[in-house]
């Protein structure tokens, strides 16, 4: 237990909420893995976790997080270890102790701490890879906890197959309509699952904050599809309200907004969109909603024919003034000036964050090469 004034430990489901919302705006294979080689471990308790990948008929353990060398960079036959027994079964695997299960090839665990294991398959009927959680002793979790780590592996999954169709979509210009309906119907179906394996998993009260994180991302992916495919317009205040409302916290207003009613083009409400979600994304990370009580004001403007967006962060982590762009910022580049054929001004302010687009109303962006952009 924590000390009288401590900060309180994050608990399982602070971390799986983080998780899923970090996971919602991956944007490739490598930062799926790296999400869940920083979550699973602490959102399970256990000693160790690995992230293994389906590569043929071998099992290709590409990351993990534990108290002891485990297996990374090593391949092994789908047959002869646990992973690739959870993937040929499409099912969860639960050990409570290795030494009691006969098909557990002992030879690969002599030389590590591992006691107890559960090896959830990622990918649903078509598994891609697994999560596994280690124990240095014999260990039985309990159901919650098993459905929590099924929980990561399917938004996981989702993530891994939305970084695969944007891919495809910016490779395939002839066949982005089909490609489009695609993943909105497989995304559709992966926050219906995600929620309901959190409700199971948590119980009604405690899963709300998760639930309504979850409803959230896909109304805003529902609302632009919606309005997109009916109309060349989108208000832009309910552009920036559906891409922040994953990041609201119940019972608070981290959020300020302000500006007119102002009309955009639908081919610049999907790299603005990006743009707004990438910046909230960075700042759940490492800014201001990384901290308790943070605040964004996001207000808008239109002089001349060009709408000005402005992001101003405050009450965040202190900022390390000079501290040299990352990949965020380049991706904010590339979707302002690139396809909006915009002005970007990002800098590190002493009290936070601060982010002006500037772009002109109407521009002739192709909304295929948005997507390319994304999945870089």
Known sequence: MADSGSVPAATPLSVLTHAIARLA??????????????????????????VIRKDA???????EDAIGALWKGQKFPASACVSGWAMAERRT??????????????????????????????????????????WA???????????????????????????????ALSTALDTAELARDELRHRVKNAY???????????????????????????????????RLSKTSGVDLRDLVALQISPYRLAGSERFLLDGPALTID???????????????TNALKHGALSAEGGTVAISWSRMAGRIAVLWQERGGPPVVIGRRAGEGSGLLSRLVERQMR??????????????????AVAHEAATADVLSVAAQ
């Open 25 to 50: 705006g991956a944007r490739g294979a490598e930062d799926v893995v790296e999400i869940l080689r920083t979550t699973a471990r602490r959102m399970m308790g256990c000693q160790g976790i690995a």
């Open 57 to 63: 008929d071998l099992c290709h353990y590409i990351e």
């Open 93 to 134: 695997i639960v050990i409570p102790d290795i030494d009691d299960e006969p098909r557990v090839p002992h030879e690969l665990y002599h030389s590590t701490f591992v006691r107890a294991i559960v090896m959830a398959p990622i990918g649903g009927d078509k598994p891609i890879g697994a999560i596994g959680a280690y």
């Open 137 to 167: 002793m014999p260990y039985a979790p309990s159901r919650s906890e098993v459905e929590m780590l099924e929980a990561l592996a399917s938004a996981a999954a989702t993530a891994i197959e939305n970084v695969r169709l944007i891919a």
């Open 192 to 226: 219906m699952g995600a929620e309901s394996l959190v409700r199971m998993s948590l119980g009604r009260q405690a899963s709300e904050e998760v639930t309504g994180r979850i409803q959230a991302l896909s109304r805003a992916q529902a609302f632009l599809d919606d």
């Open 266 to 280: 639908g081919e610049l409400a999907l790299p603005l969109g990006l743009a707004i979600n990438e910046l909230a």
């Open 342 to 359: 915009g002005r970007l001004e990002h800098r590190l302010a002493p009290e936070g964050v601060v982010c002006t687009i500037r772009f």
